[in-house]
């Protein structure tokens, strides 16, 4: 098992949740977030005094998948949030050592 993990632009979460349910993925976390990448943050006007914004707002969305989808699903997920501009995000993929669904005591593959 794997977990995909994705930061993305608040505003792309619809096309990111219909691109990796049809890529294999059946549930998702979603977190509001806040960060920066190789943009540092970016510049805006407050109480008419440039500032320098250190944390941008941006979702992660974590998916637990099985070995075979997570590939598809990182896939899926970079098509549907890509615009092509600084700060569409970032997608990792972790093992996952096992899984258990609290309300059926399914484990593992059965969890997931």
Request: charged share 30%; proline share 3%.
């Amino acid at each position: 098992m794997k977990l995909v993990t994705a930061v993305i632009r608040p505003e792309k979460l619809d096309e990111l949740m219909r691109a990796v349910t049809d890529a294999g993925a059946r549930g998702l976390t979603v977190t509001e977030v806040r960060g920066f990448g190789q943009q540092y943050g970016y510049r805006e006007a407050v109480e008419g005094a440039n500032q320098r914004a250190l944390v941008l707002p941006k979702l992660r969305v974590d998916a637990v998948v099985q070995d075979e989808a997570a590939g598809p699903v990182a896939d899926a997920i970079a098509k549907s949030v890509n615009t092509g501009t600084i700060g569409d995000g970032k997608i990792w993929i972790c093992d996952v050592e096992s899984v258990l669904r609290v309300r059926t005591g399914e484990r593992d593959r059965d969890a997931v």
